[in-house]
């Protein structure tokens, strides 16, 4: 490519990202990233949690923007991108962490309950997952900026959409998570945390 792809708020959001994973992937030692982008904060986590091998990966038709990334910003810890479509086939791996990030409000809905519903097959019997992106909760979204942009997301594709917290629980209740963290982050942005085989709820 001749030209990196650029995701302007991954600059923006990098940083507050980087310092809750910081604290939540102290024990990790191998994370799957799903629909990692352009990459871009692969090769900005990767460096910073050099104790564990960071696994991107994308649909076929972007991955070529990771690979872009990862050769421009190369790491040890941070191994060619993996072809993953959330509908499809996925990896033949466990990791001890799933991590994604603006990925939920633009899957189709039936896409989000693929992705919840395969979790198990990549995903360790003490595994926890971290999602990153906006959410609403009881109904409200956390900042009018966010109805504006549901509003745009369902404009462009229907099933698209700013998910329910609730909704959200429940999914990932079925495959034995339950939620332990809500982190609010800059720009009306929640990182949230499902852990396997723990009780409390935050």
């Known amino acids: 490519m001749d030209k990196l792809p650029d995701a302007p708020s991954t600059a923006r959001n990098r940083d507050p990202i980087c310092e809750h994973l910081q604290r939540l992937l102290a024990d990790s030692r191998h994370v799957l990233e799903v629909g990692s982008g352009t990459g871009q904060h692969a090769v900005y986590f990767a460096p910073r949690l050099s104790h564990l091998t960071w696994q991107t990966s994308e649909r076929r038709q972007n991955l070529q923007e990771v690979q872009a990334w990862l050769a421009h910003s190369p790491a040890d810890n941070l191994p060619a991108p993996l072809e993953l479509d959330v509908t499809g086939a996925w990896p033949s791996l466990q990791v001890d962490t799933v991590f994604t990030a603006n990925t939920l409000h633009i899957m189709p809905t039936s896409a989000v309950e693929t992705f919840f519903r395969r979790l198990p097959e990549v995903l360790q019997p003490d595994g926890q997952l971290i999602v990153y992106g906006p959410v609403k909760i009881e109904g409200q979204y956390i900042g009018p900026g966010n109805a504006d942009f549901d509003v745009w997301l369902k404009q462009q594709e229907p099933h698209r ?16 998570l339950t939620r332990v963290e809500n982190n609010y982050l800059p720009a009306n942005n929640q990182l949230l945390v499902w852990q396997k085989h723990t009780e409390n709820t935050y």
């Not at 959409?161 to 034995?176: F, Y």
């Open 161 to 176: 959409g700013i998910r329910d917290l609730e909704w959200l629980d429940q999914l990932a209740g079925e495959q034995g």
